[in-house]
């Protein structure tokens, strides 16, 4: 079979560390070409891929007419990229959130669908080890329902981790739209729907830039959400957590409690009313300091090679984008917003 020629449209940390190596690891694909402004990014990999580098990604999708393409630009770019490569008859793999607004994400399932590509969200999530045994286990039905619970995404902020330190654009209202929210939060709001097979219907949240000097994108979010089932929790996101990062859930059931991501070396602890502990060692989750493979690129690749639409669609990003937008609705308005 002929390899999937894919493009990279933002040379920055996520391409760095995930998209980039992640492709290069897949025998179905072939890297053809970089895209990014600072022309020297693009150019360090595509001399190391044989590909082609390019400042213009409208440019580049004429000259190349990649197979597949990956948006992994600022935020407020998502939509546009994602829309001219979807009319440039390319599918999509865009990083989360997929846009910043409920319009833009309409707009980009709908070019998908008008252009007959594939649109998929990266929140890779669903696939870290942890998660996958997590909703195993609670599909077994061994601890009953889901009560409560809380999720919380937290790590020292995108200066330790974006290619341009504390002058990234995460920080830049403009081209991040939303701060820590739109970079964590939404991780969070995307794994409780699925982990649960729930829907967020209404949310209360505090949204606020509350450490992080010389910046207006927030850093620091506490949610309370009721899922369609009566289920209640807690949604947390931090750029604050300095001692280093958290990417816990903890589901209380009828019958126990669920950990996951609490310990170290026990990714997934389960324990039950009747006195027993169970514990799993599945595997830990990707982190800034430690990459582990996200999942997400060869499950993009799976869904073109096999011609199978993708499980984290568009619209299972916009869903999970809506969260977010309405945890900053019920931060302006003081309300709790109904989705």
């Known amino acids: 079979m002929s390899k999937i020629r894919v493009a990279v449209i933002g040379c920055g940390a996520i391409s760095k560390h995930r998209h980039i190596p992640e492709y290069a690891a897949n025998p179905n694909v072939e890297l053809v070409a970089f895209v990014d402004i600072i022309k020297d990014r693009a ?30 630009t600022p935020n407020a770019l998502h939509a546009t990229v994602s829309i001219a490569a979807a009319n440039a008859g390319a599918h999509v793999l865009v990083e989360k959130p997929m846009a910043t607004s409920e319009a833009e994400g309409l707009a980009m399932i709908e070019a998908a669908r008008n252009n007959n590509v594939y649109l998929m969200v990266g929140h890779n999530q669903r696939l870290m080890p942890p998660h996958a045994k997590a909703k195993e286990i609670l599909q077994t039905g061994r601890l009953g329902k889901v009560i409560t619970f809380r999720t919380s995404f937290g790590h020292p902020g995108p200066e330790g981790w974006s290619v341009d330190g504390r002058d990234s654009w995460f920080f830049r209202k403009e081209e991040a739209i939303m701060g820590a929210m739109g970079d964590l939060g939404v991780h969070k709001s995307d794994l409780i729907r699925w982990l649960l097979d729930d829907e967020v219907v209404d949310i209360a949240a505090f949204v606020g830039t509350i450490h992080k000097e010389g910046t207006d994108v927030d850093d620091n979010a506490t949610c309370v959400v009721r899922m369609q089932s009566g289920v209640i929790g807690t949604l947390v996101a931090s750029w604050t957590y300095y001692k280093g990062g958290d990417n816990s859930t903890v589901l209380w059931c009828e019958n126990g409690v669920m950990k996951i991501g609490t310990h170290p070396d026990d990714q997934v602890i389960v324990e039950l009313r009747n006195g027993s502990v169970e514990k799993y060692k599945v595997g830990a989750m990707a982190t800034n300091e430690k990459q582990t493979t996200s999942g997400v690129i060869d499950e993009f690749v799976n869904c073109l090679v096999t011609n199978t639409p993708p499980s984290i669609s568009g619209e299972e990003g916009l869903k999970s984008l809506k969260v977010i937008l309405a945890a900053f609705e019920s931060q302006d308005t003081k309300k709790v917003i109904s989705l």
Do not use: I
């Not at 190391?48 to 990604?57: C, F, I, V, W």
């Not at 440019?59 to 990649?66: D, I, V």
């Open 43 to 72: 150019e360090h990999y595509a001399s190391q891929y044989g590909a082609k580098a390019y400042t213009d990604y409208n440019e580049m999708l004429k000259a190349e007419k990649p197979d597949a393409v990956s948006v992994c």
